[in-house]
């Protein structure tokens, strides 16, 4: 019990120190089983409010539906084990570490797979690429960050409307780039001023956040590596309070591996199995938008 204790507060504690960017962008969400979900399939239109005549008489109205993702949960574990010997000779060192080092390598895990989903733009329910023409969502001649592109981001964000064509007033909070583009990113953002073709030099810059919501920058070096000496692209993501993106859905809400310690006939020594339950869901495209962007020079 004491080893089983110690190992559980090694996993939980170095999980969540893993320097991870998903989290900051992503929601977070909880199913109760494996089995694709139904209780988001379908959203919900029509039946508007109509004014009320003299008479009082309210006027009959048709909700309509149209089809949303839904969402599935996998399991993704491991196994580690420790002979006799090395658990009589070791100095505790092995069971403090190694435990912590497979909880690291699943949160790595979940991040990996996060931004393989955002790069490799896999079709989604409605047939469609996650990041198409189609949804709004997408900036095929790509270009690095500037003041230019961002504010035209900001706009098809703002544009987007739900599967019935209201407007939703979609909201950016954070802009994911790779590796070298964050501190010109701050630099665009906090700028006082800036030239604007028209209107003349020393120009109040409208994405400074003095005067825009404050727009969270997210550097993750995941896109370098995935994207290599090619066009890096880069992403910008709405406040979930507005449109979701993507999800990372845990079952029951547990987002700390689990871990099983067990003994094999005939071998001496212990087994451990680790294991998380976890599935990465598009919810919303209008929540995500992509330029696909330019090779990131050093």
Partial sequence: AILDNAIKKSVVQQYQQVPCTFESWTSRGSLSDFKATKEHEYALGGGDFYKVS???????STLQTELLPTRKL???GTQFTM???AFINDDIGFLANMPAQYARRAKRKI???VYERVFENPSIFDGAALFDAAHGNLIATGSAPSIAVLTKMIQMMGMQT???GESIMVEPAHIIVPVGWGMRLYQLLNTAEIDVEGIGSHTVNVLNSKYHGKLDVIEEGTLNVLSGS????WFMAADPRTAKGLQVDYLNGVTTPNFRRSEKAGYLGF???IWLDWGINEVDFR???RNNGVPVEM
């Fill in 54 to 60: 003299e008479g009082g008489e309210l006027k009959h």
């Fill in 74 to 76: 996998d399991t993704y």
């Fill in 83 to 85: 002979t006799r010997e």
């Fill in 111 to 113: 991040n990996r797979q």
């Fill in 162 to 164: 739900d599967q019935f």
């Fill in 230 to 233: 090619g066009a890096c692209p």
């Fill in 271 to 273: 087994i451990w199995d």
């Fill in 287 to 289: 929540g995500l938008l």
